[in-house]
């Protein structure tokens, strides 16, 4: 499996609404009851952030996953974690997306190559 990683630095913010939220490439957005949250490139945080995490860089898994594969999330995440590494995942229809610290992101490529993975 080829993990493809995502040359810009993002943030991971609580909205008081969703205005100003400026949607382009690789933004994503959630509203539930409970919270409006936005993950976006570093660049494109709105005015009407409540909290923001700045420093988190990312990567995807390349190509389109079907509904039906099971557990390719849980075993980078697993892997990740033992390696002591903490992520911020996003799934999409067609991938998904894992977010991990800045700091953390050269030793997060290396474990899943360690274990398998292309990373480009």
Same mark, same amino acid.
């Given at each position: 499996? !080829? ?8 943030? @991971?913010?609580?909205? &008081? #609404?969703?205005?100003? @939220? ?7 957005? #959630? ?19 409540? !909290? ?9 898994? &390349? ?10 999330? #849980?075993?980078? #995440?697993?892997?990740?974690? &033992? ?8 799934? !999409?229809?067609? !991938?998904? $997306? ?18 398998? $993975?292309?990373?480009?």
């Amino acid at each position: 499996m !080829t993990i493809e990683t995502l040359d810009k630095d993002f943030c @991971v913010c609580r909205l &008081k #609404s969703a205005d100003n @939220v400026i949607i382009n490439e690789f933004t994503f957005l #959630s509203v539930t009851d409970e919270e409006i949250s936005l993950v976006c490139p570093e660049e494109n945080i709105p005015d009407n952030t409540e !909290t923001a995490e700045r420093g988190w860089r990312g990567f995807r898994i &390349k190509g389109v996953l079907d509904f039906s594969l099971i557990g390719i999330l #849980s075993k980078i #995440s697993d892997i990740l974690a &033992k390696g002591k590494i903490g992520i911020f995942a996003v799934s !999409t229809y067609n !991938t998904d $997306y894992i977010f991990v610290k800045k700091e953390s992101f050269g030793r997060a490529l290396e474990l899943l190559k360690a274990n398998g $993975y292309n990373v480009k």
